[in-house]
Nanobody, 128 residues
Framework: QLQLVESGGGLVQPGGSLRLSCAAS????????ISWFRQAPGKEREGVSC????????YYANSVKGRFIISRDNAKNTVYLQLNGLKPEDTAVYYC?????????????????????WGKGTLVTVSS
């Protein structure tokens, strides 16, 4: 059974950090472009970051560039998103997703329409 399970969300103060995990089962995550998205209440889904399968090239939304870091551990079948310098506007449900589209990160990110499989999300709340 295919699964993507996000974890690591929680409540954090402004300026704080969290590390989100996206663990895959039922398929080899290292074969695919994997992206993180987020959606805040009343707002559209936003692409946050993307990582390629072979050379691990990374891509970021301008809103998180310099603060968030995406990485992957293919041995653990897991992709991570390190969130640093968190701001209240980073509050959202964070999702990881897989794309079957070759070259998704370089050619289509941050579009979410090319993703074929999603996790259920993990909530990040940034508040004092």
């Amino acid at each position: 059974q295919l699964q993507l399970v996000e974890s690591g969300g929680g409540l954090v103060q402004p300026g704080g950090s969290l590390r989100l995990s996206c663990a895959a089962s039922g398929f080899t995550l290292g074969y695919y472009d994997i992206s993180w998205f987020r959606q805040a209440p009343g707002k559209e889904r936003e692409g946050v970051s993307c990582i390629t399968p072979t050379d691990g090239r990374t891509y970021y939304a301008n809103s998180v560039k310099g603060r968030f870091i995406i990485s992957r551990d293919n041995a653990k079948n897991t992709v991570y998103l390190q969130l640093n310098g968190l701001k209240p506007e980073d509050t959202a449900v964070y999702y990881c997703a897989r794309s079957l589209q070759s070259g998704y990160c370089s050619g289509y990110f941050p579009s979410w329409t090319r993703m074929d499989f999603w996790g259920k999300g993990t909530l990040v709340t940034v508040s004092s």
